[in-house]
């Protein structure tokens, strides 16, 4: 990816500027920017696509927790005097959209939930990966998608980083408990723009059900389903995403 991460106070970040509509992106638990590299390239020009680097691993102990996360999200789209946004989330991102989108309705367009958390994820299974087990965690990172080769050695190296420094590992421990503390099955009726549901038929994490149920909950919501597509169709399926996002935005532009 050619984009630079611009640092400003204490917001890191990336922005292709070039149009007034903004589309924000949230990463996941162990997502990176290259997960949302097919959406800024395809997008980027006909919206002004911004990526926030969210502060995982820097956020004081006290504070690492989803809301802690949303609060930062809240906190940046001030500092930049965005009016509004469409906002995209994929796995513990889509949770912190939902989040962010209740408690600032007036600045949201649409949302775009992919493998969202926030009702039911399973994400390492009952306990948390071996340290130094390469294997394990490869193998764990491959189950995130379809197709095994998605998961690229740079990918696994970046898991398994994360899970072996001790500070990490309990920052993801901590904000996966917090997800779970903080489910949202009593509040998406409260949603009111409209929602494009895309998930992975195969998704193990968030599983097709997830997207059925948020797709029930929330009253103008679209469900898109991706064949041989696991937790992460955005990475997955890049063109049809894209087609399907597009279409989405052309909707919710058109009835603006």
Sequence with gaps: ?????????????????????????????????????????????????????????????????????????????????YGSVNVLGNSLGGHIALLYALNQPDRINSIILTGSSGLFESAMGTSFPKRGDYEFIK??????FYRPEVATKELVDEVFDIVNDRN???????????????????????????????????????PAFVGEKFDELIDDSRLIFIEECGHAPMMEHPEAFNQHLEAFLESVNSKA
């Design 1 to 81: 990816m050619d984009y630079d991460i611009k640092e400003e106070g204490r917001f890191k970040y990336i922005e292709s500027g070039g149009a007034s509509q903004n589309l924000l992106l949230l990463h996941g638990l162990f997502g990176a920017l290259s997960n949302f590299e097919g959406i800024i390239n395809h997008f980027s020009g006909k919206y002004n696509v911004v990526v926030p680097i969210l502060p995982i691993f820097e956020l004081p102990i006290r504070k690492v927790s989803v809301t802690g996360l949303v609060d930062y999200v809240r906190e940046f789209v001030e500092y930049k005097d």
């Design 139 to 144: 193998k764990k990172t491959e189950a995130t």
């Design 168 to 206: 990490k590992a309990i920052r993801v421990i901590a904000t996966a408990k917090s997800a779970v503390r903080h489910n949202l099955g009593d509040k998406l009726h409260q949603i009111k723009v409209p929602t494009l549901l895309v998930w992975g038929r195969q998704d193990q994490i968030t």
